[in-house]
Nanobody, 124 residues
Framework: QVQLEESGGGSVQAGGSLRLSCTQS????????IGWHRQAPGKDREFVSG???????YYADSAKGRFTISQDNTENTVHLQMNRLKPEDTAMYYC??????????????????WGQGTQVTVSS
């Protein structure tokens, strides 16, 4: 129903910055909360940041003060600006879309859709 595409990952030195983007490729009548999650090899996937449909933002403690999530409604894109990156930020970063509102005929409430992920590598 909704297609997500992440971009902006790469390799940087500690202290550097990256800007990740999550683009919703298919428009729907559903309302979504967008989130960023990351998973390092052998580790559980963890929440990094999220933005609700009303603009409210949320950050994991590890991201507070360094990461900023924002939305561009015109481009149907959510960005995650990551500054002062640390080696422990190294992971595959995934974008998620949670259905939170809309006509039940078209919008499966609480369904979660995932992008394919983009790799972030931070070297010391």
């Amino acid at each position: 129903q909704v297609q997500l595409e992440e971009s902006g990952g790469g390799s940087v030195q500690a202290g550097g910055s990256l800007r990740l983007s999550c683009t919703q490729s298919v428009r729907t009548y559903c309302t979504y909360n967008i989130g960023w999650h990351r998973q390092a090899p052998g580790k559980d996937r963890e929440f990094v940041s999220g933005i609700d449909s009303d603009g409210s933002t949320y950050y994991a403690d590890s991201a507070k003060g360094r990461f900023t999530i924002s939305q561009d409604n015109t481009e149907n894109t959510v960005h995650l600006q990551m500054n002062r990156l640390k080696p422990e930020d190294t992971a595959m970063y995934y974008c998620s879309a949670d259905v939170v509102a809309g006509d039940p005929l078209w919008c499966p409430m609480r369904a979660r859709y995932w992008g394919q992920g983009t790799q972030v590598t931070v070297s010391s």
